[in-house]
């Protein structure tokens, strides 16, 4: 293979970790601006998004333009390399959703200033645990890339169950507090969109996490109503 290949993979490889950390930056600077009400942090969400929205045009255009050239060039690819960025692509495209879910979190500021009777309340424990280990999922899922960590990646696989532990443990809180009074049917229904879309950077995760084991090994990864399981790569 010629040259030049491995060294466009390798910066595509650099693009896409720090198109990871502009996304995470992102998500934590929505889920602050939620946190603290501030209309002012949720509209930079919305302008930040550009960025990532150029960049993930670039990435894809990029291995778009190698396997290209790869083909014209009649460059043999070998399997890693090809599987590096097929790799690549499919992240790049989960990452952009994971932004895509930020800018949705930051158009939720504006009814917790204004609105759905959550003027001044303050937010369950949970909730806050439950933002705080989406954003270490993200970071996790950056790092598994960066350094094409399997195991890593399998953490992340496991931590999705958290988050729908914690989305559940909201959902049973609010029912309780509304059967006392305590919390508005408008303002329970705020924690839960907040909730289901820090589920779905979860999930998110967990599809990039699967593309990192199968990229580092040849293994995919598939899901069980109770449980990971991982087929070998054949041959």
Avoid at 13 to 33: I, K, Y
Avoid at 77 to 92: A, F, Q
Wanted: proline share 3%.
């Amino acid at each position: 293979m010629p040259q030049d290949f491995p060294k466009r993979i390798a910066q595509l490889s650099t693009d896409l970790e720090a198109q990871g950390r502009r996304v995470q930056a992102l998500l934590e600077l929505a889920l602050d601006a939620f946190f603290t009400r501030d209309s002012a942090k949720a509209a930079k969400v919305n302008s930040d998004d550009d960025a990532i929205d150029a960049a993930d045009v670039a990435i894809e255009k990029a291995c778009v333009a190698l396997l290209n050239d790869a083909t014209n060039e009649g460059a043999s690819l070998g399997e890693s390399d090809l599987r590096r960025v097929l790799t690549i692509v499919k992240v790049n495209n989960e990452l952009e959703r994971v932004a895509d879910v930020a800018v949705d979190l930051s158009d939720l500021v504006k009814p917790m200033v204004g609105g759905a009777g959550a003027a001044g309340r303050a937010f369950p424990a949970t909730f806050r645990m439950m933002a705080n280990s989406v954003i270490g999922i993200l970071r996790d899922t950056t790092t598994a890339f960066a350094r094409m960590d399997a195991p890593l990646a399998k953490v992340v696989l496991q931590s999705q169950h958290c988050v729908t532990a914690f989305k559940d443990a909201i959902i049973r809180d609010g029912e309780q507090q509304i059967a006392k009074g305590q919390m508005t049917i408008e303002f329970a229904f705020l924690l839960l969109e907040v909730a289901s879309q820090c589920e779905l950077v979860a999930d998110h995760c967990t599809n990039v996490a699967e593309q990192i084991i199968y990229s580092s090994t040849g293994a995919i990864v598939r899901h069980t109503p109770t449980q990971w399981i991982e087929i070998p790569r054949q041959g």
